[in-house]
């Protein structure tokens, strides 16, 4: 198993920032990618950024530019660094891993409940 808690969340004003952490232990040797997503209520879960075990990162259009997803791989640390927040980006933030899946395909799929494991989530208060 592998165990994913995530931490920095909070309120910030339109136009801040935030970085959000996911610490990651258990069997991470298995890991080949890791990523974050968000969940508003009533809404369907929105896979934001990934990133693999090559460093290769992809992202959302929504957060494209503005938010960078990056890791510590010695102190196995998932980060989301999040600039000019927007009204629209108040939500709950969980990171996830998975295995044999690329950056480039777990975009599309990391907002699946099945893609892997998952942390229980930040929130995010933008205003």
């Known amino acids: 198993d592998v165990q994913l808690v995530e931490s920095g969340g909070g309120s910030v004003q339109a136009g801040g920032s935030l970085k959000l952490s996911c610490t990651y232990s258990?069997?991470?040797?298995?890991?080949?990618?890791l990523g974050w997503i968000r969940q508003t209520p009533g809404k369907e879960r929105e896979g934001l950024a990934t990133i693999d075990s090559r460093g290769i990162t992809a992202y959302a259009d929504s957060v494209k530019g503005r938010f960078t997803i990056s890791k510590d791989n010695v102190l196995n640390i998932l980060y989301l660094q999040m600039d000019n927040l927007k009204s629209e980006d108040g939500a709950a933030y969980r990171c996830a891993a998975s295995w044999d899946v690329t950056a480039r395909e777990a975009l599309g799929s990391i907002a699946s409940p099945e893609f892997g494991y998952w942390g229980e989530g930040t929130q995010v208060t933008v205003s």
């Open positions: 258990g069997h991470t040797s298995f890991i080949d990618c």
